[in-house]
């Protein structure tokens, strides 16, 4: 790195007068200490060749980096000029390096009336020392970002034993609900007797409550138009989801009482929502463990749409007074985990979730699709809110982004973070895009990837 002036030809005419006798060359072997700090210097070094390394001890025993010159720069610059003979800072060299220096005793060569080194050698010295201001302030900033990841890995680690203790003991809690749920259907099985109405608890501990509210209110306008059925009892049968061919007879009859079909059918959708909740809870709590984990157990045959459902089922307390719209089309199955793909969805609902209900929006509506798009599986979810604010959607992933203005909640923070490892262990891909009318993610899963 060459020292540079506003006269170049100056600079030259200092390293012919005071520098190119050979016998003040020196060569030094990379590693070499050519000062140390405190000790006796009353030479004024030019790089001619290399590059040398200078630090300080501080009072902690702490070495603080404080240069670095190259070729044409010079080293012992203030124990030379301030007369007091001591360098400031240890030097060496970082590779094998060539020197030449004057020393305390060095007769002044004249130039244009210039009598004293001062004059001579200030503007060059002072160029020198403001490249190493420069390179401090560079040095300074590097640092700086570097502790301040290392915080950040620190404060992850802190999170993530944390996490591990709450997770153990939730596990034991979740355990005990998803062992005795299993009893209690054991139960159910030997005391429902009623050949008729068991069926129908076997469907609603199968599939769960798999209508959305919109598809329920459909059911209910067909079965009060079609059926004739009155509100009421239109009301209950619309919630099972049960089909015509299954609950009607032949002559278009209802061959259930609604109240009984309706609790029958309650009962098994709510021993299946236990089941899964537990189930998906066990994930949850086993991904925040390993958030950096690369690999999980993950099977053939995988049906998005049935892991869109799932995380419906489980957010079905929190979408009470939202409009869910689903748009599911057919899908080909994949290889993959149902428990990561549920935690994907339920993080990206929950968060238009919040959006929506932060905002007070008196309409709030999420749009909810799927569909194929050549070689991938494309499924958004749409929110019509208030928007994430321009400067916090380029970090909306990071982990440790505080996401709350003026009151209105944007991003899960964490809940992202892992939205976006799964996607990439999919070798998917997630994108945002949002304004003041609605924020809409968009993951794309790549059909027949490397697991498969």
Request: aromatic letters at 8%; one cysteine or more.
């Amino acid at each position: 790195m060459k020292t540079f002036t506003n006269d170049d030809s100056h600079f030259n005419w200092l390293v012919k007068a005071y520098f190119s006798d050979p016998r003040r060359w020196i060569r030094l072997s990379q590693g070499s200490v050519l000062l140390r700090q405190g000790h006796y210097n009353n030479r004024l070094y030019l790089v001619r060749k290399g590059r040398l390394i200078g630090y300080m001890i501080d009072e902690d025993g702490n070495r603080v980096e404080i240069l670095q010159a190259a070729e044409n720069a010079f080293v012992g610059i203030y124990s030379f000029f301030s007369r007091t003979f001591t360098s400031v800072a240890t030097v060496e060299a970082e590779v094998d390096c060539e020197l030449a220096y004057i020393d305390s005793h060095q007769q002044i060569i004249p130039k244009n009336g210039e009598c004293s080194f001062e004059q001579q050698f200030m503007p060059i010295v002072i160029a020198d020392l403001m490249r190493r201001q420069q390179e401090l302030q560079q040095l300074s900033v590097e640092r700086a970002n570097t502790l301040k990841k290392l915080l950040d890995q620190q404060r992850m680690a802190s999170l993530g034993q944390l996490a591990a203790g709450i997770a153990h003991e939730l596990n034991n809690a979740v355990a005990v609900i998803s062992r005795n749920t299993g009893w209690m259907v054991e139960q159910m099985n030997l005391l429902c007797s009623d050949p008729v109405m068991f069926p129908i608890f076997e469907i609603g501990l199968n599939k769960g409550r798999f209508f959305s509210s919109r598809e329920v209110r459909l059911r209910k306008k067909e079965l009060i138009q079609n059926h004739g059925l009155p509100l009421r009892q239109a009301e209950l049968v619309a919630q099972t989801g049960l089909p015509d061919d299954l609950i009607f007879s032949d002559d278009g009859k209802l061959q259930y009482v609604p109240e009984e079909l309706y609790r029958y059918w309650e009962l098994g959708a709510t021993f299946h929502d236990l089941l899964v909740a537990a189930d998906q809870t066990s994930h949850v709590m086993r991904s925040i463990k390993t958030l950096g984990a690369k690999h999980n157990e993950r099977y053939a045959g995988m049906d998005v749409n049935e892991s869109i459902r799932n995380a419906l089922t489980l957010l079905r307390h929190r979408l009470r007074d939202v409009q869910v719209n689903l748009r599911l089309s057919p899908l080909p199955s994949i290889c993959g985990n149902m428990g990561e793909l549920v935690q994907l969805w339920m993080n990206l609902i929950q968060n238009a979730s919040e959006a929506l209900k932060s905002s007070d929006k008196p309409d709030g509506r999420i749009l909810i699709q799927s569909k194929k798009q050549k070689n991938w599986i494309v499924v958004s979810v749409e929110d019509n809110g208030p928007g994430i604010p321009k400067e916090i959607l380029p970090q909306i992933f990071q982990p440790n982004v505080t996401t709350k203005v003026d009151g209105l909640s944007f991003g899960l923070g964490l809940g992202l973070t892992i939205v976006q490892r799964i996607v990439s262990e999919y070798q998917g891909t997630i994108d945002v895009k949002s304004s003041n009318k609605g924020t809409k993610f968009k993951v794309k899963i790549p059909i027949g990837g490397n697991d498969e």
